[in-house]
């Protein structure tokens, strides 16, 4: 995993082009077209959007991600949940760690509803590129959707052989974009150069305090450059705080040019519609065909980097027993971030052609993008200045708070969006953010309702059923939560049944607060016949059981484990009895020898 600490300075920036800037890299395609729709092109409005453009991606991502969310990481990893973890170390248990554990659940489900608004919204907006190539002006709308979904089926059919066989070829790609973007940017300058005055907040400042309303409802469409923005802290287990921070240097100097570009393109032709694919266009018409194709590779790229993002939310979201276990194969022997969760990519990809049949038009799509990453921004300021109050850099707490407050100004904004698509932000992070509520309110109650027995309790008949020696021969392994607490199943297995085995050994694993590291420990002679065997391990981690209880000298003949018959009027409970029912169960999750497997059954009235 520390192979990025060997890689040289311009492998790691290489590959970070790759992995975490597609998104925030692909923005220019569709920003300012979709801003432009919305207001008169007239010169002092494109300074003033320039400059709310330039001084967004300087205080949402360079500040709030780059400077001060990258300096908060536990063992190199990033992200909501990691914000959540450090926390829950610094806070007493009480209302405070509930409200963390709350904008934790919300920031996660907003994150995992962008996950399908990107890909629909990047792909959209590349092949409709087509309509500037002569001859195709007047390509019907359903084929260019047509045309998106058959990418976006292409992109999300190769996801199983996992991101490690492409991630070599997505940096190059990514690096000829953004030199593209800068090259581009950089002639449409020369043909106005006074747009470099843009660069000062002067102009912002001027357009909001002079347009109003008006003004303040352009910053949602404004945040559309900065989407893509939280990935430079998500995806920091990647790769490393280092060369994502370089990376980002030469990102930003290319978005801002071509952004300018854009602009000064704009003052030439204020009727383009679509304004980078006429700028290319107007500057070198023999390579638009080219350009086109290599943006078309940029969006799948960016949309790539954001399903793997997805997976690992999911997954650390399954290990920290937020969300209900799910079927993961890794598809890397050595890079631990590299996992592939079925069912999570073919529901993503049909809520992807969904929304892309729904909105028809990436400018329509863009009145739905824009609230979710507002959102997730304004819980991770509000999560980082709680987190800077509480440690010795209270310096940063008034950065970190005056982020917080753009971040809310922004979110505000996104809230006229709702009426015209915006809902859809929030009906699909609903879907996620539903699940984590009802699982982890319903593994609560469950274990309640199972009442489990403590050790000492349960020794005593143990310890007289084993002392008839009318043992099984072998060793029977039985999954428990925790070493001190006896679930039902157990209890039901060994003191009503007498089925108890010459060894018995109970196997609890310990998910960690950190993200990486597992260690064993094996206590024999809790009673007679009676060992425990505890697995600690990070929530990034995968784990061998098998091999683990090979190196301890264990050969179990069976494997016990417990599964519950939920019984219940309650329309909650009986969603929560469904989800388990169809996810699969501990021992498929981790994969155990079913030849070996017994599943003792409890039921259970919640």
């Not at 990809?349 to 990436?362: H, T, Y």
């Not at 109050?389 to 707490?397: I, N």
Request: net charge neutral.
């Amino acid at each position: 995993m520390k192979q990025h600490e060997a890689d040289s300075f311009w492998g790691g920036i290489v590959k970070s082009m790759g992995l975490v800037f597609g998104d925030i890299g692909t923005s220019p395609i569709y920003t300012l077209t979709v801003i432009m729709t919305l207001t008169k092109p007239t010169p002092d409005h494109v300074f003033g959007i320039l400059s709310l453009i330039v001084w967004t991606l300087i205080i949402l991502v360079t500040v709030e991600y780059a400077w001060l969310a990258m300096s908060l990481g536990r063992k190199g990893e990033g992200g909501t949940i990691v914000l959540k973890e450090i926390l829950s170390k610094l806070l007493k248990p009480g209302r405070q760690i509930a409200f963390v554990g709350f904008l934790s659940f919300l920031g996660v489900s907003l994150l995992l509803g962008d996950g399908v608004i990107t890909p629909a919204i990047s792909i959209l907006s590349a092949v409709e590129g087509l309509e500037l190539i002569p001859g195709l002006e007047h390509t019907p709308q359903g084929v260019l959707i047509l045309i998106a979904a058959i990418v976006a089926v292409g992109l999300f059919i190769f996801q199983f052989k996992g991101t490690d066989m492409v991630a070599k070829a997505f940096g190059p790609i990514m690096i000829i974009w953004f030199v593209s973007l800068a090259l581009s940017g950089a002639v449409a300058i020369a043909a106005a150069p006074e747009v470099i005055k843009a660069v000062s907040p002067w102009y912002a400042i001027h357009y909001l305090s002079t347009n109003g309303m008006a003004g303040f409802f352009i910053l949602s469409e404004v945040i559309l450059c900065a989407t893509g923005g939280e990935a430079l802290y998500a995806d920091m287990g990647h790769l490393g705080r280092k060369p994502i921070i370089r990376a980002w240097y030469f990102v930003f100097a290319a978005l801002v040019i071509n952004y300018l570009g854009q602009g000064a393109y704009i003052l030439h032709h204020p009727d383009a519609k679509n304004i980078l694919f006429g700028m290319i266009r107007w500057e070198a018409p023999l390579l638009y065909i080219p350009f086109l194709l290599l943006t078309v590779s940029a969006t799948v790229i960016a949309s790539q980097a954001l399903i793997s993002g997805v997976f690992s939310i999911v997954y650390q979201g399954i290990t920290t027993r937020i969300m209900p276990l799910l079927k993961v194969d890794y598809t890397s022997s050595h890079l631990k971030s590299q996992i592939y969760i079925n069912s999570v990519n073919w529901f993503l990809l049909a809520l992807v052609i969904m929304i892309m049949l729904v909105f028809r038009k990436s400018e329509n799509l863009a009145a739905a993008y824009g609230l979710a990453v507002t959102g997730t921004m304004t819980i991770t300021g509000i999560m980082m200045t709680m987190i800077y109050s509480r440690t010795t850099k209270k310096w940063k707490v008034p950065i970190a708070l005056f982020v917080t407050l753009i971040d809310l100004v922004f979110l505000l904004s996104n809230l006229n969006k709702l009426p015209h698509g915006g809902y859809w932000s929030l009906i699909l992070a609903s879907i996620p953010f539903a699940v984590i509520m009802v699982w982890t309110k319903g593994q609560r109650a469950l274990y309640r309702s199972l009442k489990p027995l403590d050790l000492e309790t349960f020794l005593l008949s143990y310890d007289q059923i084993y002392a008839k020696d009318k043992n099984i021969p072998g060793t029977a392994l039985f999954f428990t939560r925790e070493t001190p607490v006896v679930p039902p199943y157990v209890v039901h297995c060994i003191i009503r049944s007498n089925i108890i085995y010459e060894r018995n050994i109970f196997i609890s694993i310990v998910r960690t607060d950190e993200p990486f590291g597992v260690y064993s420990c094996m206590t024999q002679g809790i009673s007679v016949g009676l060992d425990s065997f505890d697995i600690h391990a990070g929530y990034m981690e995968r784990i061998d059981i098998e091999t683990m209880l090979k190196e301890n000298g264990v050969q179990e003949k069976v494997i016990f484990y417990g599964v519950e018959d939920i019984t219940t009027s309650n329309v909650i409970w009986g969603l929560f009895s469904f989800i388990k029912k169809v996810t699969p169960n501990f021992v498929q999750f981790n994969k155990l020898p079913a030849s070996k497997l017994q599943g003792v059954v409890t039921r259970v009235e919640m």
